[in-house]
């Protein structure tokens, strides 16, 4: 009686099996294409995410595998051996950011004459005829960014 019990939950076991196993057939065949696109968008989505956060992390500040921008410095020997005043370099750098003569005055507080004068010393003194050509001659001799 008990191997007979046996052969029959052994036969009953392989038919629910192979009734499941027909279903799963039939869900596959019948939703290929959705289970085939759903697999698709989920691999892109991972590869996305994990680019994603391997470019985001290669831009954090700080990062050893970036070179840290050194911060300008003027060429003090070239200012001095030119005789430039800190106030005319000061003026020179306004123009190089193409601030116009009034807008220079109100931005240090003096009047629009003084602010000539001290663009045409340093015009002088660089040997440029007009203010693209001093602000041009201002960074090639270091003294503008």
Request: net charge positive; hydrophobic share 40%.
């Amino acid at each position: 009686m008990t191997r007979q019990i046996l052969i029959y939950g052994a036969i009953g076991g392989i038919l629910i099996t192979l009734l499941k196993w027909s279903e799963y057939r039939f869900l596959v065949l019948e939703h290929s294409f959705a289970i085939y696109g759903g697999l698709t968008a989920a691999i892109f989505a991972i590869i996305g995410i994990w680019l994603g956060r391997k470019l985001a992390t290669s831009r954090l500040p700080g990062d050893p595998r970036q070179p840290t921008p050194s911060a300008f410095a003027p060429n003090t020997q070239k200012r001095d051996a030119l005789n430039i005043t800190p106030r005319e370099l000061e003026v020179l750098q306004l123009v190089a950011q193409g601030l116009s003569n009034s807008e220079i005055a109100t931005r240090l507080f003096v009047s629009e004459n003084t602010v000539k004068t001290h663009c045409s010393r340093t015009f002088d003194k660089l040997g440029a005829k007009r203010r693209t050509q001093a602000v041009q001659l201002g960074k090639e001799l270091g003294l503008l960014s």
